[in-house]
C-alpha cells in the first residue's frame, strides 16, 4: 500500500497565525488526495477533496477561504489553516487513494495535532 | 441524506469474540472498509466489502449485506492491544469518498 507522510506532527501556534500542513505520498503519484478533520472522540470529517494541477473540492460548511489547499504536485499536497482559532485546534490527517489498487482503498498519514492558543 | 450508525461504545474480555454492527445509508455504494483508530494515531486498514457475504482475514471477518445496509466487524481471540476505535466507512458511489461514522470504541479488559 501506499506510504504517506504529514509535517508537522505536532503544532502550536498562536491565535491569529496561520500554520501549513503538508501531506507527502512517498512511494506513488496521487492526483488525489483527501483532507479529514477529527475533533476528539469524535469521527473523521473529510474537509476536501484535493486535486493535483486543479482546485480543491470542499465539503458543506468547510471555508475555503480559511483552508486553503495546494496540491501542486503528484506528491504533495499542502493545507494552510489561516488565522487560526482555539476552535480550529484539531487532528488534522490526510489520505490518499492509489488507483493502481482493485478497490478503493485510502492509505492515511500519521496525522497533524494542531493546538491554537 | 447519508447516515452511518454504530454503537458508540462496547467492552469485551480477552480471549472472547465481539461483533460491531453498523448500518448505512449512503448515495450510491461502492463498497464499504473497516478501519482501526488507536487514540491520536490515524486509522488503519482492516478490511474491504464490496460484495455480499463474509470476508475473512485472520483474527477479523467483516460481513456485508447490501440490500439491508448492513455491515459487521467480527473480531476473535480478542486481545489487549485490540482496544481501539473501529471505524465503519461505506464508500460513496460516485465521488469515492469514504463517509465515517463515529466509530465504536472497544475495550478489551483482562
Known amino acids: 500500500g501506499a506510504v504517506v507522510s504529514q509535517h508537522p506532527s505536532w503544532v502550536i501556534c498562536k491565535s491569529g497565525t496561520s500554520v501549513k500542513i503538508e501531506c507527502r505520498s512517498l512511494?506513488?503519484?496521487?492526483?488525489?488526495m483527501f483532507w479529514y478533520r477529527q475533533f476528539p472522540k469524535q469521527s473523521l470529517m473529510l474537509m476536501a477533496t484535493?486535486?493535483?494541477?486543479?482546485?480543491?473540492?470542499?465539503e458543506q460548511g468547510v471555508e475555503k477561504d480559511k483552508f486553503l489547499i495546494n496540491h501542486a504536485s503528484l506528491t504533495l499536497s499542502t493545507l494552510t489553516v489561516t488565522s487560526a482559532h482555539p476552535e480550529d485546534s484539531s487532528f488534522y490527517i490526510c489520505?490518499?487513494?492509489?488507483?493502481?489498487?482493485?478497490?478503493?482503498?485510502?492509505?492515511f498519514g500519521p496525522g497533524t495535532r494542531l493546538t491554537v492558543l | 441524506g447519508q447516515n452511518i450508525d454504530q454503537p458508540t461504545e462496547m467492552t469485551a474480555t480477552e480471549g472472547a469474540i465481539v461483533q460491531i454492527n453498523c448500518t448505512y445509508q449512503?448515495?450510491?455504494?461502492?463498497?464499504l472498509f473497516w478501519y482501526q483508530q488507536h487514540a491520536g494515531e490515524a486509522p488503519t486498514f482492516l478490511s474491504y466489502?464490496?460484495?455480499?457475504g463474509l470476508e475473512e482475514k485472520g483474527r477479523f471477518s467483516s460481513f456485508l449485506s447490501r440490500s439491508k445496509g448492513y455491515s459487521y466487524l467480527l473480531l476473535k481471540e480478542l486481545q489487549m492491544k485490540d482496544s481501539a476505535s473501529y471505524l465503519c466507512?461505506?464508500?460513496?458511489?460516485?465521488?469515492?469518498?469514504?463517509?465515517f461514522g463515529s466509530g465504536t470504541r472497544l475495550l478489551v479488559r483482562p
Open positions: 466489502n464490496v460484495l455480499d
Open positions: 512511494d506513488f503519484q496521487a492526483t488525489t
Open positions: 489520505s490518499v487513494r492509489d488507483l493502481g489498487y482493485d478497490y478503493n482503498e485510502q492509505f
Open positions: 449512503t448515495s450510491g455504494f461502492n463498497g
Open positions: 466507512a461505506p464508500c460513496d458511489g460516485s465521488s469515492y469518498k469514504l463517509i
Open positions: 484535493s486535486n493535483e494541477g486543479s482546485k480543491a473540492t470542499y
